[in-house]
């Protein structure tokens, strides 16, 4: 069943709030985990962390929960510096990858535990706790017991459990990892909903770029403890700052090559002379690679000129996968491998491996990047 989230008065107790990481470093021994992290996070935003495993996205979330210390740095919420309170004082709400509920609870105790840790009157923690139950759709189930529900059902009783005290700022820790495929599509739009809703700052970390994208409003790309970029999906990956957020974020094709000067202008020189027009700003001589989208390439069956804006490009067909609205080729192009994704309709018949094809490359869409 898919559960829709509905308005309750207990957005009327919360308020947004940025979250601002001013110069944090963050050892273990000798080894430093959070390499000058600065970021500015939006009042109300749906914000990630997003990158492998080991990037440190998660201990800079822990950071902000108040279960890590940085050695240098600030963390401010609403204006106001947290980075020496405990964890209890910070007002955020944690949602952890386990979900972590007390299983001899029922789903209503389990909701009610943290507002009963801070003395909250009892007529108030049932109000609260009914809010929040309605909001995530548990309210029917709420005398059953985490053993009894599914695993949707258990993430939702974990937000509720930390939405009910009313945190300032709501942190995620890869909350759709223990559900099956089907079930992270629909709980991610549930999430989004709920983020809405109640207009929470949301800071949601993740491995997978597709979360991410489809329910963030910018994202935090990390590695090795370092902020490649921040941006919105769409500016990350069509204007992707070095190689690494180009390859995190979708399928990129990376290419070696030259830059030289030629009338003027500079351009990329690929094995067998084929040269592609860069941007100004790109020097001779200077160290890169040349990155574009499998999208970005376009089969030709004609051998026509290419076409306007477009740079002829031609190899052979290694290699292919039906991925059903599309088919996505590997072509050897000069000793070098691009990937080309061709739009699929039924009856379409399928190029077969070794088969001599020409692309047309649209040149503005190429990126040429430094690392």
Not at 204 to 222: G, K, L, P, S
Not at 341 to 361: E, K, M
Request: proline content about 5%.
């Amino acid at each position: 069943m898919n559960h829709q989230f509905s308005p309750t008065s207990l957005a009327a107790g919360m308020e947004s709030v940025g979250v601002r990481i001013d110069g944090v470093d963050l050892s273990y021994g000798s080894h430093r985990v959070l390499k000058d992290i600065h970021l500015d996070i939006k009042p109300g935003e749906f914000f990630a962390f997003l990158g492998p495993s080991g990037c440190g996205k998660t201990t800079l979330l822990r950071l902000i929960a108040g279960f890590n210390t940085a050695q240098r740095g600030a963390v401010t919420i609403g204006g106001r510096d947290i980075s020496g309170l405990p964890a209890h004082k910070r007002d955020v709400g944690m949602v952890f990858q386990s979900y972590a509920l007390w299983p001899h609870m029922t789903v209503r105790r389990n909701v009610a535990f943290g507002l009963e840790e801070r003395r909250v009157p009892r007529a108030e923690i049932e109000r609260r706790v009914d809010a929040a139950l309605d909001l995530v759709g548990l309210k029917h189930l709420a005398d059953r017991r985490p053993s009894q529900l599914s695993g949707g059902q258990q993430q939702r009783v974990a937000l509720a459990r930390t939405i009910v005290i009313e945190p300032k700022v709501l942190l995620l820790d890869e909350p759709l990892s223990n559900l099956d495929a089907k079930l992270r599509v629909q709980m991610r739009q549930e999430l989004l909903s709920l983020q809405r809703k109640l207009g929470l700052t949301t800071i949601f970390v993740t491995h997978d770029q597709e979360e991410a994208n489809t329910i963030c409003d910018r994202i935090a790309v990390m590695e090795d403890g370092i902020v490649q970029q921040v941006g919105t999906p769409q500016e990350l990956y069509d204007h992707p700052a070095n190689l690494f957020v180009a390859g995190f974020l979708g399928t990129a094709n990376v290419l070696e090559g030259q830059v030289r000067a030629v009338d003027g202008g500079t351009v990329f020189v690929m094995g067998g002379g084929v040269a592609i027009p860069l941007p100004r700003g790109v020097e001779p001589g200077a160290e890169g690679k040349l990155m574009f989208r499998p999208q970005n390439l376009f089969i030709r069956q004609d051998g026509g000129e290419p076409r306007d804006g477009h740079v002829r490009l031609v190899g052979v067909v290694r290699h292919r996968e039906f991925l059903g609205a599309s088919i996505r080729y590997a072509v050897d192009i000069g000793g070098q491998q691009v990937q080309v994704d061709a739009p699929h309709q039924a009856g379409d018949a399928l190029l077969p491996t070794d088969t001599p094809i020409t692309l047309d490359l649209a040149a503005d869409k190429a990126r040429f990047l430094r690392r």
